[in-house]
């Protein structure tokens, strides 16, 4: 069963760092791609970073270089290392997981970037 939670998001100051965590979603068998959303007030949800199974990762290109998503199999835990923040990269940031041809949603983790 799959039972995504995110943690470690909060406020921090422009030019800082946070890193997101995801759990819940068990073993990486039957994973085909994992990774993390956003959602800002009045946009819709954008896709941030992605790791495929085989650890390919994909980035938004507004995070490139500053983002880092990370995935640790032997705690089933997946990270979202966020450096150099900007006041734009302000949202509420979703785990997501597709397992088993089904997609798993967390309940989002708040960030806000003050300039």
């Known amino acids: 069963q799959v039972q995504l939670a995110e943690s470690g998001g909060g406020l921090v100051q422009a030019g800082g760092s946070l890193r997101l965590s995801c759990v819940g979603f068990?073993?990486?068998?039957?994973?085909?791609?994992m990774g993390w959303y956003r959602q800002s007030p009045g946009k819709e949800r954008e896709l941030v970073a992605r790791i495929s199974r085989g650890g390919i990762t994909n980035y938004a290109d507004s995070v490139k270089g500053r983002f880092t998503i990370s995935r640790d199999n032997a705690k089933n835990m997946m990270y979202l290392q966020m450096n150099s923040l900007k006041p734009e990269d302000t949202a509420i940031y979703y785990c997501y997981v597709n397992k088993a041809l089904r997609d798993y949603w967390g309940q989002g983790t708040q960030v806000t970037v003050s300039s």
């Open positions: 068990g073993s990486i068998f039957s994973i085909n791609s």
